[in-house]
């Protein structure tokens, strides 16, 4: 009988450290707090980048362009090619006006094909600093107030000798008239890019008239 008591108790100690042994691996609490401290870092990370990617952009500040070169009547403008002197255009004998009336039995009376218009003539001398230097009274564009208007005016009567156009070889000018019928008030400028048909962009301009 005291074996079987002996026995019985040795046999509930067992079960009892079986017991504990087998709570505590299924239910492990420190490495249950392990996992959720990461967890909780990487959300405190995110929440911290978020404000940094709504702030606004800077800002790109494009300056302004700037525009050709501006020269007076009577200037002495000196134009180069690939860095090298080419020629010098000057403008000068700029007049406005309303009509240009012929002489003779059978003169013309030249008038603005618009109302109000007035005409605007100036002299034109290419001198060339090299050989090769093209002329002609389409190298020219005129803005009144930066509106484009016509290219070229032909008239019959207005100032003599017109512009031509051919080559000059270096040391030689040449020089004429060019007429432009533009709006009777403004900035009237003339504007260089040589040739119109090279598409190219004005190199200067030369205000004709103040506004």
């Known amino acids: 009988m005291v074996r079987r008591l002996a026995f019985l108790l040795v046999a509930v100690v067992a079960v009892g450290a079986c ?20 967890q909780a870092q990487t959300t405190q990370a995110v929440a911290t980048d978020t404000p940094a990617a709504a702030q606004a952009p800077t800002p790109v500040v494009t300056p302004a362009p700037t525009g050709p070169a501006t020269y007076a009547i ?59 230097v093209d002329y002609n009274p389409f190298d020219w564009q005129v803005f009144c107030d930066g509106v484009a208007v016509q290219n070229y005016t032909a008239v019959l009567s207005g100032p003599k000798p017109e512009l031509a156009s051919g080559t000059l070889p270096n040391g030689r000018s040449a020089s004429g008239y060019v007429v432009y019928e533009v709006p009777a008030k403004g900035e009237v400028r003339m504007s260089y890019g040589g040739n119109t048909f090279s598409n190219s962009g004005p190199v200067f301009e030369v205000i004709v008239r103040a506004a």
């Open 19 to 38: 017991s504990a042994e087998a709570v505590g691996t299924v239910v492990p609490a420190g490495a249950a707090t392990q996992t959720l401290a990461p």
């Open 74 to 132: 009577g200037d002495t403008i000196t134009v180069t090619s690939n860095g090298a002197p080419w020629a010098t255009i000057a403008i000068s004998g700029v007049k406005v006006a309303a009509s240009y009336k012929g002489t003779g039995a059978y003169a013309y009376t030249d008038k603005p094909q618009t109302a109000g218009d007035v005409f605007v003539s100036a002299k034109v001398t290419y001198t060339a600093l090299t050989n090769g």
